[in-house]
């Protein structure tokens, strides 16, 4: 039970090894370099993997599916004949140890094995054939932070059985009655490291184009290799591959071939130590329950990581629009393949956050029709809705917003996306916002960033070989023409709802509609020449993420401030910054005054070129309005209550005597602050000033229900004695002026007030205005 997880198709055989009792190896080794008389700790067990990988590279490759919690290896030792290579035809065997971290047998017994395959191969017939026809993967250590933990000598305990989160893995993985899928994200990560190992390859389902129902027994072959497997019960498959391009041919007894002529694609490459790059999610299902997959391509795919640019692609969106949905899987593979091999592809990928979802209308392709030129079959979603007409638009209402429409937005506001595209057919051409004018005419309709967006559309055409031409569908409508390739949506005609507009106006993402071609679903054989045509084009797209202004909106202590608004000047739209403070703001070349703004902080303003070349930093630090301008003091957000001013007032007086002092008037309700410098002092003590200083007061609080007043003035005489000492200004003011301060004349009637209470409807103490108006009437 423990390992039937794990168990794939019928080409793998998996064992958990679990050995309550000692084994006694006498006899196994002929030398015995690894010594048996104690434990193999984690650097241990690491120094004895390599030593063997580096001696026997010709039957060994030792490498790491992932990190423990604790950020320890899980070491793999690979044991075959040609380890570089997957055999047509060669079983592969997968041995998994120390998942319980205190059960640390099974870790030293394949801790030997591997010594023992090694030291025997070539002397040994029976080992030699072993290792000759079989793929054998070894991990010693699942659990490598749980030994850590674990003692010797415990034989019923549970230190060190879990990992370093308190979780025991095999009670970790999807259980066959259980929704959660392995993407969820409660899953350790020794288990996800473990599942993404066993998910190498392909895998799918044969289902009947009748019934729907999977095809038990179907056999799945891939052209050039001489190995088959077979579906299971449910018509689920895998087939075990190293990444590359194949072509998959399904067939059952009584039912016609069907040959998958697309590239199939080998999306994880984590059996490359360290070049794992990919990670793939669903951002919701279609109208018919199909997921909308993304993958994701990045060096840390899964994390944010601060100052890194997100960037989307769509495709498909209109389901006989094919080319998208086509070109973008292919690009997936040129990302991948060439991780860590091509210079240029590998930086991109390391410092970008590519997102990709080739189908954002699977529904819709399910009923398209290959060789559809110009056609609307499979156009629309399952419920007959145009997704490019159903986003919440600016001039115009839209109804019924669709699940797939829905997801995506959801998506765009989860993810701080910069740059996006969405692929389409039927044309060759960059469009650009805004695709609707207010009165619905098809006229030009500038957006504000309208530079920066001409720039986007063309860096698109201008590395296409033929978009620039502007002349696109000549035997369709010769007489179309598109300057460089490119137009604005609502120029070329008008159309509300459109994806693109709403990502403009609602989210901090620039995002152009790109036409690939002429023919909306090209036959596949046709497929090589789109693809050969776009491949620059796309890479060359995801590159202008890294134009403009990019940079950090931080705090005096480096923190980054999220939200923070940055408004450029002239330019009528804001960008906000990133969970970690990283923002970008795409810009054509030229000199800009920008502007970040953050609630509790004073603005900054900084001027900055941006060239031709990669985005110029920008960083910006907010300080406090109290660290500018109230001497870093403490924001006190709450109202002070009566006994709390006093206390306030009588500190103040205690820690700065010699400019302060408290008259109390024959109204005990009323407080005299008086606070002088230091004329005021030596006439006081008797010095000949003939100078007079004017006096100066300042009252708040005259009504109970208006206690805003009284907060100002207890703020301000904290800003006059603590900015005596610190500014010359406040000391000159001070020093020149005898200063009363009354924060509140009408202490008594403030506990009878109610905080919210804007128009004093809820009051019932007395108004001054009202005792001096009585007082006045009882004179006469």
Known sequence: MAGSWAVLGRAVVTFLLFLPVSVNLEGLLVRR??????????????????DYANRYPHITRLFSIGQSVQG?????MQVTDRPDQTEPGEPQVKLVGNMHGNEAISREVLIFL??????????????????????????????????????????????????????????????QFSSKSYLDSNFEPETVHMMKWAHKGVKGFVTSSDTNQGIENATITVVGIDH??????????????????YTIIASAQGIGQSVEARDLLVMEISDQPGYTCTCMYSIGQSVEGRDLLVMEISDQPGVHEPGEAEFKYIGNMHGNEVVGREVLLLLIQLLCENYGKDADLTALVDSTRIHILPSMNPDGYEIAQEGDVRGLTGRTNANGVDLNRNFPDQYFGVENSQPETTAVMEWAKRVHFVLSASLHGGNLVADYPFDDSPKGHAVYSKCPDDAIFQQLAKSYSMAHPTMHNGHPCDDIKPDEYFQDGITNGAAWYNVPGVMQDWVYLNTDDFEVAIELGCVKFPYGSDLPEYWQANKEALVEFIKQVHKGVKGFVLTTDGSGISGASITVHGIN?????AAGGDYWRLLVPGTYQITATAEGYPSVTQEVTVGEGDATQLNFTLQTWSEENDYSLPNEPSYSTNNDLVKIVKKYSKEHRGIIKIEEMSNKNVVDVEIFGQLARRKRDGDDITRVQPHVALIGGLNGDEPIGREILTRLIRHLVEGYDRDERIRELVDNTHIHVMPAVDLSFFSQAVEGDCTGEQYTGTRLHDRFTLDSQAEK
């Open 114 to 175: 591997i010594q023992y395959l090694c030291e025997k191969y070539g002397q040994d017939d029976q080992v030699t054939q072993l290792v000759d026809t079989t793929n054998i993967f070894i991990m010693p250590s699942m659990n490598p932070d749980g030994f850590e933990r674990a003692k010797e000598g415990q034989c019923g305990g549970t230190l060190g059985r879990e990992n370093a989160n308190g979780v025991d893995l095999n009670r970790n993985f999807p259980d």
């Open 573 to 577: 739209h804001t960008v906000t910054s």
């Open 228 to 245: 088959n497997v077979t579906t299971a019960s449910h018509g689920d498959f895998w087939r075990l591959l190293v990444p590359g391009t």
């Open 33 to 50: 370099e690894i010594d048996t008389t104690h434990y193999h700790d984690f650097v241990d067990m690491s120094a004895q993997l390599q």
């Open 72 to 76: 320890r290896d899980l070491w793999v």
